[in-house]
């Protein structure tokens, strides 16, 4: 029997997962809840063998749902969580998890007590793209990991209940998470606001490691062109994951340099440069939401672990609270407490 799911929220990111939910086969979709009627017509006419539900108790009440996926603004996504676990159903909720790391802590243990899945929608976990990434780096092809340097930017919506960071740096942080064991021991980050009583729309986020590894990240809703392009330094090989290339979106360079000490002239250092190949790896072109899906639904008939846990979310939302401190107080380095992967 497929999974039964219902979709909560038929706004930007709701359309996509029920899109998704419904192409699968181990999936059926029961029902979409929206306070907003326009949104449940315009669901109903795509989908006609949909239920649409105002009342979101309803839903949570609906025998044939075992799951619900959460596609609404962030504010509410703590109570929403809340009570489809309590109510016995499985998760899958967009990112951020929460916008407090206690409350995101909370559903991550309310899940493992009540043996329910929970997953969080960090989409780039599921991409081909970053998954080839993790593996270079996690395979030690790109060697000592040196820094990560990613530029996220367009002319894009203004959101008035959160910040930049956590609509655009959110995406960054749960791919360095993801793809390396390292966790930041300290986060600085420094913005503006383009329209006074609205959070800030442009941002520069750093993260310190103990190992001197660095991550920088910009981000910026007021860009004339969209950008989304990181660069990934390793002592070995040198990696360009550019998003919005149609096929080659990641490039790894066998570039970099080596230092050597002359013996002869201890205060001399000498440099060499290194300047190899140029490889474009075959990456998955599967849309990563359908892959989340698979994953999702996998999980929740075999127990098996999903890759953008719970306790991802956490870390994330542990880290933009940081940034968004560091923020407030002008640039401040904000000390982390140091949690393994």
């Not at 979101?56 to 959460?70: F, G, K, N, R, S």
């Not at 996220?152 to 203004?158: E, S």
């Not at 359908?290 to 996998?298: G, I, N, P, R, Y």
């Not at 846990?309 to 940081?322: D, F, K, N, P, W």
Request: aromatic share 8%; charged share 25%; with cysteine.
């Amino acid at each position: 029997m497929p999974i039964g799911v219902g979709v909560v929220g038929y706004g930007y990111w709701g359309p996509n997962l029920v899109r998704n939910f419904a192409l699968f086969e181990g999936a059926e979709v029961i029902a979409v809840c929206d306070k907003d009627l326009d949104r449940l017509e315009r669901a109903k006419a795509a989908y006609p063998y949909i239920e649409t539900l105002e009342d979101y108790q309803t839903l949570l009440a609906h025998p044939e749902v075992d799951a619900v996926a959460i596609a609404t603004a962030v504010a509410t996504h703590y109570d929403l969580a809340k009570a489809a676990l309590q109510a016995g159903k499985h998760v899958l909720i967009e990112k951020p998890i929460t916008d407090d790391s206690r409350k995101a802590l909370e559903l991550v243990e309310l899940a493992a007590r009540n043996e329910r899945v929970l997953l969080v929608d960090h989409t780039f976990t599921y991409t081909g793209a970053v998954n080839k990434i993790r593996d270079l780096v996690q395979d030690g092809d790109v060697g000592d990991l040196l820094y990560y340097d990613s530029i996220r930017v367009n002319l894009g919506t203004f959101q008035h209940d959160v910040n930049v960071l956590w609509d655009l740096a959110v995406h960054d942080l749960s791919i360095l998470l993801y793809i390396t064991d390292k966790r930041p021991t300290a986060v600085s980050a420094q913005g503006t606001r383009a329209v006074p009583d609205n959070p800030e729309s442009v941002a520069y986020m750093s993260l310190f490691f103990s190992d001197d590894t660095i991550a920088h990240i910009n981000v910026n809703w007021l860009a004339p062109v969209k950008v989304r392009q990181t660069l990934i330094g390793g002592s070995k090989k040198m990696i360009v994951f550019d998003d919005l290339h149609p096929s080659e979106k990641v490039r790894v360079y066998d570039k970099g340099v080596e230092f050597e000490h002359d013996p002869e002239r201890v205060r001399q250092m000498l440099v060499s440069y290194r300047s190899g190949d140029v490889w474009i790896p075959r990456v998955s072109q599967e849309e990563a939401l359908q892959t989340e899906v698979q994953e999702f639904v996998a999980a929740i008939e075999g127990g098996d672990t999903v890759r953008s846990t719970g306790r991802l979310g956490v870390e994330v939302v542990q880290l933009l609270e940081a940034a968004t401190r560091s923020l407030e107080e002008r640039g401040r380095a904000i000390e982390l407490k140091v949690q393994e992967a």
